[in-house]
């Protein structure tokens, strides 16, 4: 099992549209979760982090987290062309000399005008 | 605010060289991390470093190594490079080892 999975897609919206993400994670004893967005060409992007279980919002996006089902998802709400870019989930397990963040291999999200 | 800043933007080396990737972390940030980002894949933790001192490895072999500097900047090493080695290489600083990382731009590394 991938420590970290998404679907890669690509998941495709209209414009205006909620878009939902999703992500899992294996280690159980996780404890710090991000969503990054990537341009084709361009670097991470952080977008949200979330730590503790619930619905954490900012703006259009809002990032659910839920450790006893290993998931985590991202929703961005009236969803842009501009949006359009890969997002990618991180997960921080592990800590001191132990430390390690993972990366899923994102998915491709498309708004269409 | 200075943000993440990586040098050089592009190298090409061939198979067997050496090579070495530099990074300032953004003001403030005391922890550097690198990863390798093949194209198509997300990024691949290679290891981080805190107050100079190495604090989390990935699964990457030992010719990969780095450093980091009392102004917390920090540099990646690969030796003896292979084919496989060709990839972004992404640099990123945080506050805190469990704090959200900021991205530098990256390094394009091909190897021929």
């Known amino acids: 099992q991938k420590e970290v999975e998404q679907n890669s897609g690509p998941l495709s919206v209209p414009e205006g549209a909620i878009a939902s993400l999703n992500c899992t994670y294996s280690?159980?004893?996780?404890?710090?979760f991000f969503w990054y967005r990537q341009y084709s060409g361009k670097s991470p992007e952080l977008i949200m982090s979330?730590?503790?279980?619930g619905d954490k919002e900012d703006g259009r996006f809002t990032a659910q987290l839920n450790k006893a089902s290993q998931y985590v998802s991202l929703l961005i709400r009236d969803s842009q062309p501009s949006d359009s870019a890969t997002y990618l989930c991180a997960v921080i397990s592990g800590g001191g000399s132990n430390y390690k963040l993972t990366f899923g291999k994102g998915t491709l999200l498309t708004v269409n005008p | 605010e200075t943000g993440v800043t990586q040098s050089p933007t592009h190298l090409i080396k061939t198979r067997g060289q050496q090579v070495t990737l530099r990074c300032s972390s953004q003001?403030?940030?005391?922890?550097v991390s690198w990863y390798q980002q093949a194209l198509g894949q997300g990024p691949q933790f290679i290891f981080q470093y805190y107050r100079e001192e190495e604090n989390g490895r990935g699964n990457f072999p030992p010719r990969f190594s780095g450093l980091q500097f009392p102004n917390y900047s920090s540099e990646l090493n690969v030796n003896a490079l292979e084919l496989d080695d060709s990839a972004l290489y992404l640099c990123?600083?945080?506050?805190?080892?469990?704090?959200?990382?900021?991205f530098g731009d990256g390094t394009r590394l091909s190897i021929l």
């Open positions: 990123a600083s945080s506050s805190d080892q469990n704090q959200p990382q900021h």
């Open positions: 280690d159980r004893v996780s404890q710090s």
């Open positions: 979330i730590y503790s279980n």
């Open positions: 003001s403030g940030h005391n922890t």
